[in-house]
């Protein structure tokens, strides 16, 4: 692993700052634009991603440290109708999924992993767009948004695992039962309206357990809201958990969020971007 990603690294620009041309600051003229559909097999796809901003494919590499899981809204709500006329929030979610399951899968053996909020059905290890079919026709949308207590679950057992690891001099938290190395994670929160939980204090507990465990990477685990659909109330409550949590806690800042104006429509090609983009921005955080 670099050390530049660990808690001691000097203070320098970071790969993917350079990349992306973009520092912390999260201004409006730092902001990425929004994003386009882009279809087509994951060659050209990842080719396409990397060339919208002058991106190498280098950048996508950083994936390979990662294991992405997908918490999906299946909310009542998600039934409605999406960006496109027609397409529902439910297959819009569906159809970025697709995509993202097939750029992954080149970057990561393991897949992806995908839970929702209400149905007690998930899938692990997931590597095809099929697969991410299969998978939504097993799930009927309903219920309300327990985003907190669904995040709650899928945070606290990787959690314990980290605060039992022994952790190297480099940030690298090593399994003691197994010797092998801990990937880091990110989940990635679809969802389309504000949580009739709150999200706030399990994501302050994570922050606080991580900080907590020393000498530890501060990009071990990232949270990423994405929000699909144009929900005012949504957005407001998403840019408080980004913006105002890590400030008024004194917790790492773990959690990035993509309002819909910045992706509208969901596709595969959003997701990467965002999801690089709450890498960068913890790492940029790291190296301060």
Request: net charge negative.
């Amino acid at each position: 692993m670099d050390k530049r990603y660990s808690q001691e690294a000097p203070k320098q620009r970071s790969f993917l700052s350079a990349i992306f041309g973009r520092k912390q600051s999260r201004s409006a003229s730092s902001e990425p634009p929004p994003y386009e559909s882009i279809t087509g097999s994951p060659t050209k796809i990842i080719h396409k991603i990397s060339s919208t901003r002058g991106m190498p494919e280098d950048a996508l590499e950083f994936l390979r440290q990662y294991d992405t899981v997908i918490l999906v809204d299946d909310s009542q709500s998600m039934t409605h109708c999406g960006s496109t006329r027609g397409v529902s929030r439910w297959c819009e979610a569906r159809q970025a999924l697709q995509t993202l399951a097939e750029i992954a899968h080149k970057y990561d053996e393991d897949g992806i992993d995908i839970h929702f909020l209400n149905a007690k059905h998930s899938a692990t290890n997931i590597r095809s767009s099929s697969q991410i079919h299969e998978v939504f026709d097993q799930v009927k949308p309903s219920g309300m948004t327990p985003t907190g207590d669904r995040l709650d679950k899928l945070l606290k057992p990787y959690l314990t695992k980290l605060e039992t690891a022994d952790i190297q001099p480099d940030g690298t938290p090593i399994d003691r039962q197994t010797g092998k190395e801990i990937k880091r994670i990110n989940y990635i929160v679809i969802t389309d309206g504000v949580p009739t939980d709150d999200p706030k204090n399990p994501i302050v507990d994570a922050a606080t357990r991580l900080k907590a465990i020393r000498n530890l990477s501060m990009v071990q685990l990232g949270i990423q809201f994405v929000q699909i659909g144009n929900d005012e109330e949504a957005t407001r409550s998403l840019k408080m958990l980004d913006d105002d949590l890590s400030k008024e806690s004194g917790i790492w800042d773990i959690v990035d969020t993509t309002p819909y104006s910045e992706l509208s429509p969901v596709t595969g090609d959003g997701l990467v971007k965002a999801l690089l983009g709450g890498i960068n921005r913890r790492v940029d955080a790291q190296n301060k």
